[in-house]
């Protein structure tokens, strides 16, 4: 056999040199890439848009605390103010911080920022401070954010309090609407801005605290206020007691927007092993049996999971929250109704709650007179007033509308002070009492427990 010659033996050894070369290098930077620059996945800079991911279990976005703020994914997700902590509870609101409302128009006697502080100093008189085993978030859009000063006022001796800005995914119109439809949409009173409010509440709230290591929610509106004193951690009587869903006052809600009860009658006919037949029957007995949940709590991972995320992210899509003014109340109460049973649903009544909105209009309804109370009230908390000091009570609600013609639109009751809508539907022999027997049998209210169970985080 003839020898190779030596000048092409030379190449071949220098390509080998070469291939060779080469494979180390790649083997050293796939090495390197493998294991020191791949660290564990977090949320991008900018979060995965909220209806990609509701059909998963709510422990795929549910991290440890510290692991997400060591990572700093507060600042990913949004922009905040306050210190990190970690707390798993969290009581929220959404703020609008000026004269102007972007639905209601001019606040009469009182700003935003007025009623939030005043919202504020209740909240903690009455409950946080005594209970300091939970965050206090004010969420606000970037058209109606706070200053500086406006800032460290409200976070004077209230350590647990955080502003977090809405923006990008959590605050814009889903894919296919322009904010010019807002006019021939239903109810075009109502602004963009308020049917973001409805969507937060609704459906990307979850998404976002889940992200944030919460597992309970607290909800408050800066003219919700607590007036009576909370003995015992609410968050804790809602894990002892298995609760996923509460309120503190029921109502009659008909404005659910065309197309909303076909919606949910073709989800559960595509899905029929999504609930029983038991809840699905309860539900269609009365529809509009609902929760008012200006005030609410939640156990996050309901709203997080199957089926009640599925169902979440249908409606979302279905885009009748902008085009139908399908409201939060509504979309909290079919869920809750159809996929919890009554054991696992709380009507608080040991406190004592106000929510009132007033008519802005000339009139509102009849006898339902500009200033005057249009929807919500004041509940009294059992127990929580002698019949003298309720009536004493009562009497300064009433002087705050001694300039305005409120003949029968303010009700001054036994247990209620406001509209007639909570005052109907909170009576036993109303149309709403089929359900809310079923929660009084499977519920004992906290305040009948022995309340130190409930002391403690």
Request: charged share 20%; net charge neutral.
């Amino acid at each position: 056999m003839r020898r190779m010659p030596c000048s092409l033996q030379k190449i071949l050894l220098l390509l080998m040199l070469i291939v060779g070369v080469s494979q180390i290098v790649l083997f050293h930077s796939y090495f390197a890439t493998s294991t020191s620059h791949v660290p564990m996945q977090q949320p991008q800079q900018k979060p995965p848009r909220p209806h990609d991911v509701y059909a998963k279990e709510a422990d795929d976005g549910n991290n440890n605390k510290n692991n997400n703020n060591s990572n700093n994914q507060t600042q990913s997700a949004h922009n905040s103010i306050g210190l990190l902590s970690n707390h798993t509870d969290v009581i929220v609101y959404l703020a609008q911080f000026s004269k102007y409302h972007s639905s209601y128009g001019f606040q009469q006697n009182a700003t935003g920022l007025s009623k939030l502080n005043k919202s504020l100093d209740l909240l903690y008189t009455n409950y946080v401070n005594h209970f300091p085993f939970c965050d206090v978030i004010v969420f606000y859009d970037s058209d109606h954010g706070p200053d500086a000063e406006t800032i460290a006022d409200l976070s004077r001796d209230r350590p647990q309090l955080k502003f977090h800005e809405l923006n990008g995914t959590w605050w814009e119109l889903p894919y296919g609407l322009k904010a010019i439809q807002r006019f021939v949409w239903n109810r075009p009173a109502f602004s963009v801005g308020y049917r973001h409010m409805i969507r937060w509440f609704a459906v990307l709230m979850w998404r976002y605290l889940t992200m944030e290591g919460y597992t309970h929610v607290m909800r408050m509106d800066d003219d919700s206020y607590l007036h009576s004193r909370v003995k015992y951690n609410l968050f804790e009587y809602m894990r002892e007691n298995n609760k996923r869903y509460a309120f503190r006052q029921p109502v009659v809600e008909d404005g659910v927007g065309a197309g909303y009860d076909e919606l949910i009658d073709g989800f559960l006919e595509e899905y029929p092993d999504a609930t029983s037949p038991k809840l699905i029957d309860l539900y269609k007995q009365d529809r509009r049996v609902s929760f008012y949940n200006n005030w609410f709590m939640a156990d996050i991972s309901f709203f997080m999971s199957p089926p009640a995320s599925v169902l979440l992210n249908t409606i979302d899509m279905s885009k009748l929250i902008y085009t139908q003014r399908t409201g939060d109340l509504v979309i909290h109460s079919t869920v809750a109704r159809l996929f919890l049973r009554p054991k696992e649903i709380h009507w608080f009544r040991d406190f004592t709650y106000e929510h009132m909105t007033l008519c802005r209009k000339e009139k509102c309804g009849p006898f339902v007179w500009n200033g005057c109370p249009q929807n919500g009230g004041i509940s009294r908390g059992s127990g929580v007033y002698t019949d003298e000091e309720w009536s004493e009570f009562a009497k300064t609600v009433k002087s705050r509308f001694k300039e305005n013609q409120c003949p029968s639109s303010l009700i001054l009751g036994y247990d209620y002070i406001g509209a007639e809508d909570i005052r109907y539907c909170s009576k036993i022999h109303s149309r709403c009492r089929f359900y809310l027997e079923l929660l009084m049998t499977a519920n004992t209210t906290a305040v009948h427990h022995d309340s130190s169970v409930y002391n403690k985080r």
